[in-house]
């Protein structure tokens, strides 16, 4: 990720710890992964920083970051009673600030309510 987006490992790890990055953690061996849906044009769309923090998101809450990144790609119908399906992973509607409601609404009652 420090190659794609031209900068070092230490302004990678500020950035992490920021919440302007979304990061996930193997528990068993520490690896760390980026989702690649967060990337576009070589820089780390904005909209990662405004759901981590409107999510409430801990950067450094290994766990809660896991589950955040899990939820992004939990695949949800988003179409209307009377249309047909249109399965896609929430991520994919993270510009659309309808959709961007009810992926906040999903959080809520996955996670919020359940701490």
């Given at each position: 990720l420090v190659r794609i987006l031209g900068i070092t490992k230490q302004a990678l790890s500020k950035r992490i710890q920021a919440g302007q990055i979304a990061v996930y953690t193997n528990q068993s061996n520490g690896r760390k992964y980026y989702p690649a849906f967060q990337i576009r044009d070589n820089k780390v769309r904005p909209v990662i920083a405004e759901l981590?923090?409107?999510?409430?998101?801990?950067?450094?809450?290994?766990?809660?970051?896991?589950?955040?990144?899990?939820?992004?790609?939990?695949?949800?119908?988003?179409?209307?009673?009377?249309?047909?399906?249109?399965?896609?992973?929430?991520?994919?509607?993270?510009?659309?600030?309808?959709?961007?409601?009810?992926?906040?609404?999903?959080?809520?009652?996955?996670y919020l309510h359940g701490r």
């Open positions: 981590i923090s409107e999510f409430g998101v801990d950067p450094a809450d290994q766990v809660a970051m896991n589950l955040f990144v899990q939820h992004l790609i939990t695949k949800i119908d988003y179409s209307n009673p009377s249309e047909p399906e249109n399965i896609v992973e929430m991520h994919t509607l993270m510009d659309d600030p309808a959709a961007r409601r009810i992926i906040k609404r999903e959080w809520d009652n996955k």
